[in-house]
């Protein structure tokens, strides 16, 4: 009977025990990617749930729209920017409900349930907007645009003239974003956050660290130095208002494939954006920019401003193209507030006014 030799033994011993702690390594680490996989399904489909529980949908000539309808008072119709959806919507129109009004809160087409069809273009968003109010039995009300919703929420100020009573445009999309592939913020955030698996980093950040998170969110859009927004992003987490209003904006784009039609379409349709002077919009007009947005933002909102008579420019001071924020928070809603009730009645004597 051979017997094999005493190093042949622990060469063999070492091969199964480095064999048997590999095993044990990848073991571990495909129940780690497991657990991983089972966490980011489950706040994926939380969030799914949670959007479809929080809004309607309705059928309309021009298809089917998804809506949210909160508070009592004056109604507010608010169109949201690019990512968004009804539930951005509801995010800007809180501080409005507080203040006495009624949200109504769409998703544009593309976005979350309401389908790219019912409406591609602007022009097309504005007229299947109008039919919602109908169904609704709006006969008008107050508009509120956000960043890339501003184009529709002015479409339908001219094609439904009877519709707005008034109109505020917040931090708008109102030039051409020209030829770039990646021309739009919302396009641009799309591309960064690399889709859904991005967007459930972000909500773990959110909860990790949620100044520094704040912080990199209101430099986006804007020339903001890091000191300033460090200085707005403490001023908000020590404010729950604003905590929340930052939060729920945060918590809105996600998660991204949901979006994803909208946010496309938004990018290819506004990179050709036309207005021409002396625009036909009988409703009062308020536009709100912040004083360190970008300047192809802000150049945009003062053009806009020269092309419609009568209308109002309030830049805010201190924030970019995340607004309002800071000190300027709680004065910037009373006056979009004031506006929406009482727009006649206007002046331009708020300090932040130019």
């Not at 129109?93 to 019912?118: D, H, Q, V």
């Not at 927004?229 to 930052?246: E, M, N």
């Not at 536009?287 to 053009?303: A, N, Q, V």
């Not at 995340?322 to 979009?336: A, K, S």
Request: aromatic share 6%; charged share 20%.
């Amino acid at each position: 009977m051979t017997k094999h030799p005493k190093s042949l033994r622990r060469r063999t011993s070492g091969r199964d025990g480095y064999g048997r702690a590999l095993l044990l390594t990848a073991a571990v680490a495909a129940a780690l990617l497991l657990g991983v996989a089972c966490l980011y399904s489950h706040w994926r489909q939380q969030r799914l749930s949670l959007l479809e529980s929080g809004s309607g949908l309705t059928l309309l000539p021009q298809g089917v729209m998804e809506y949210a309808d909160r508070g009592d008072g004056p109604v507010v119709l608010v169109i949201h920017g690019s990512p968004g959806g009804y539930d951005q919507g509801l995010v800007y129109g809180e501080e409005l409900k507080r203040r006495g009004f009624r949200i109504i809160a769409i998703s544009r087409p593309g976005y979350l349930r309401t389908p790219l069809l019912t409406g591609v273009t602007m022009e097309e968003q504005a007229d299947a907007i109008d039919s919602l109010l109908s169904t609704l039995g709006i006969t008008s009300c107050a508009v509120l645009g956000i960043a890339e919703g501003a184009p529709s929420a002015l479409q339908l100020a001219m094609r439904h003239p009877e519709r707005v009573t008034t109109l505020a445009l917040l931090s708008p999309t109102s030039m051409s974003l020209g030829s770039p592939p990646i021309a739009s913020l919302g396009y641009q955030l799309f591309h960064d956050l690399t889709g859904d698996l991005g967007c459930w980093y972000l909500s773990l950040w959110l909860k990790a660290n949620p100044i520094s998170l704040y912080e990199q969110v209101i430099s986006f859009g804007s020339t903001l130095k890091p000191s300033r927004a460090q200085a707005l992003a403490r001023d908000a987490f020590a404010d729950l208002r604003q905590s929340g209003f930052l939060s729920g904006l945060i918590t809105s784009i996600t998660p991204l494939s949901t979006r994803e039609a909208g946010i496309i379409n938004d990018n290819a349709q506004l990179k050709d954006l036309q207005w021409t002077s002396q625009m036909a919009i009988a409703a009062p007009l308020l536009i709100l920019t912040g004083e360190e947005e970008k300047k192809t933002l802000y150049e945009g909102s003062r053009k806009l401003v020269s092309f419609v008579p009568g209308a109002s420019l309030v830049v805010i001071p201190l924030n970019g193209h995340l607004t309002p924020i800071g000190r300027e928070f709680g004065p910037t809603w009373d006056r979009i507030a004031d506006f929406l009730k009482k727009p006649l009645l206007l002046r331009p004597s708020h300090p932040s006014s130019r």
